[in-house]
């Protein structure tokens, strides 16, 4: 079965840096729409980037030009580069797949695999 497993969250203060990974199994990677969403406490989950097979990504309005999204199809793994970190970007982070080499839409609904999540925390 698919396996999702995120790494790099931590304690950083503000304009400070954070890169995330996500490492995968059991699953054709490179055919898989990947994403990363969060969840801040008392807040829904949202989404904050995704990236097709081809590379192509998308990124939420609010961290657009801070954050990039990444994947290489030879190791299974996806990653999160984060620069210029805000006091709202506290949150836990989470990896998530489908099976669908185009993105198109990536609202949480749509993804049926998940990791456990990462903590960010920016002060």
């Known amino acids: 079965h698919v396996q999702l497993v995120e790494s790099g969250g931590g304690s950083v203060q503000a304009g400070g840096s954070l890169r995330l990974s996500c490492a995968t199994s059991g699953a054709t990677f490179s055919r898989y729409c990947m994403g990363w969403f969060r969840q801040a406490p008392g807040k829904e989950r949202e989404g904050v980037a995704a990236i097709g097979d081809d590379g192509s990504t998308s990124y939420a309005d609010s961290v657009k030009g801070r954050f990039t999204i990444s994947r290489d199809n030879a190791k299974n793994t996806l990653t999160l580069q984060m620069d210029t970190l805000k006091p709202e970007d506290t949150a836990m982070y989470y990896c998530?797949?489908?099976?669908?080499?185009?993105?198109?839409?990536?609202?949480?609904?749509?993804?049926?695999?998940w990791g456990q999540g990462t903590q960010v925390t920016v002060s």
């Open positions: 998530a797949g489908r099976f669908d080499r185009y993105c198109g839409t990536w609202n949480v609904a749509d993804f049926p695999y």
